[in-house]
C-alpha cells in the first residue's frame, strides 16, 4: 500500500468535505405552528428557496378616509433546488408557481403564521390543479417557512406618494406536497 504524506492543506480539505453534508436533513413540518402544517396524507415532492423581490404599493386605506399604507402587490423570485439550481418561479398576482419545464399552478391561501420579526408570515397555501405536464402535476400544497424579509418598507406611505412602489429583498422555502 502506498502512503503519501499528509499535507495540513489535504487535511483541512478532508476535513471540510467531512463536515459538510451532501444532502439536506429531510425537512419536518411538525416543528412548523399547526395552522401551517400540511393535512394528512401528503408528502413533500419539491423544496425550493424561493430568492426575489416583494413589491408593495402606496394605497389609501378602504373604507379610513386620509389614512394610507404600503399594500402587498405581488412576489417576484427564482425559485432554486437544494443544490441552488434554478428549477422555476414564483410570482404574481395571482400567486403563481411555474416549474422550469413549463408547468405552473396558482394556489389559494388556507393559513398564515407569525415568522419572527421583520419577516413575512409563514404560509400554507391549497393548490389549483396545474397547467402543463411537469413538476407542478399533482401538487396539492404549498408551505412558505424559513422566511428573511419581505416586510412592507419602513418609508412613509402618504397622500404624497399614493401610487408609490417599492421592492423589498425576501427570501423564503417554499416546500410543495403531492397526496400519497
Given at each position: ?17 467531512a463536515t459538510q453534508p451532501t444532502t439536506p436533513p429531510p425537512f419536518d413540518q411538525a416543528s412548523l405552528p399547526p395552522a401551517v ?144
Amino acid at each position: 500500500m502506498l502512503r503519501l504524506p499528509l499535507t495540513l492543506a489535504t487535511a483541512a480539505l478532508l476535513a471540510a468535505c467531512a463536515t459538510q453534508p451532501t444532502t439536506p436533513p429531510p425537512f419536518d413540518q411538525a416543528s412548523l405552528p399547526p395552522a401551517v402544517q400540511v393535512p394528512a396524507g401528503h408528502k413533500v415532492a419539491m423544496e425550493t428557496v424561493g430568492t426575489g423581490t416583494i413589491s408593495y404599493e402606496c394605497r389609501a386605506k378602504p373604507d379610513m378616509p386620509g389614512q394610507h399604507e404600503w399594500f402587498f402587490a405581488g412576489p417576484d423570485a427564482r425559485l432554486a433546488d437544494r443544490a441552488g439550481r434554478t428549477v422555476g418561479r414564483y410570482y404574481g398576482p395571482p400567486a403563481t408557481w411555474e416549474s422550469s419545464d413549463g408547468s405552473r399552478l396558482t394556489a389559494t391561501q388556507v393559513a398564515v403564521s407569525p415568522a419572527a420579526p421583520g419577516n413575512i408570515p409563514l404560509q400554507l397555501v391549497k393548490a389549483n390543479p396545474a397547467t402543463g405536464m411537469g413538476a407542478m402535476s399533482g401538487i396539492s400544497y404549498i408551505q412558505r417557512v424559513a422566511t428573511r424579509g419581505g416586510v412592507a418598507p419602513s418609508l412613509p406611505c402618504a397622500a404624497g406618494n399614493l401610487g408609490a412602489r417599492q421592492l423589498v429583498q425576501y427570501q423564503a422555502d417554499y416546500i410543495l406536497y403531492k397526496p400519497m
